[in-house]
Nanobody, 124 residues
Framework: QVQLVESGGRLVQAGGSLRLSCAAS????????IGWFRQAPGKEREFVAA????????YYADSGKGRFTISRDNAENTVYLQMNSLKPEDTAVYYC?????????????????WGQGTQVTVSS
């Protein structure tokens, strides 16, 4: 089993940057791919980015391409989401999730474990 805790969310001005962290428990962290999702008020949870266990593969939603970077440090059991050039429409609760396979990486159902989320608010 994997437990995930997100951190790093806060209020930031448009154009600013944030780095979110997803800290995981468990000794087999590198066996899990990690995805980031977000959910804005009144909207469905949506895929943001994902990274394979060994960092070989990364995937991004169109909304974050060129602005967001996902990375991981398996020695620290942590995955990061660096977000630059933030826009008000990036405002959402950001969740990280773990899965053994990225075959369904953009789907909520493709992940087995979820964190509680961290709030990101981008002011205009």
């Amino acid at each position: 089993q994997v437990q995930l805790v997100e951190s790093g969310g806060r209020l930031v001005q448009a154009g600013g940057s944030l780095r979110l962290s997803c800290a995981a428990s468990g000794r087999t962290f590198s066996n899990y791919a990690i995805g980031w999702f977000r959910q804005a008020p009144g909207k469905e949870r949506e895929f943001v980015a994902a990274i394979s266990g060994g960092s070989t593969f990364t995937y991004y939603a169109d909304s974050g391409k060129g602005r967001f970077t996902i990375s991981r440090d398996n020695a620290e059991n942590t995955v990061y989401l660096q977000m630059n050039s933030l826009k008000p429409e990036d405002t959402a609760v950001y969740y990280c999730a773990a899965t053994k396979t990225l075959g369904s990486r953009t789907r909520i159902s493709g992940y087995d474990y979820w964190g509680q989320g961290t709030q990101v608010t981008v002011s205009s």
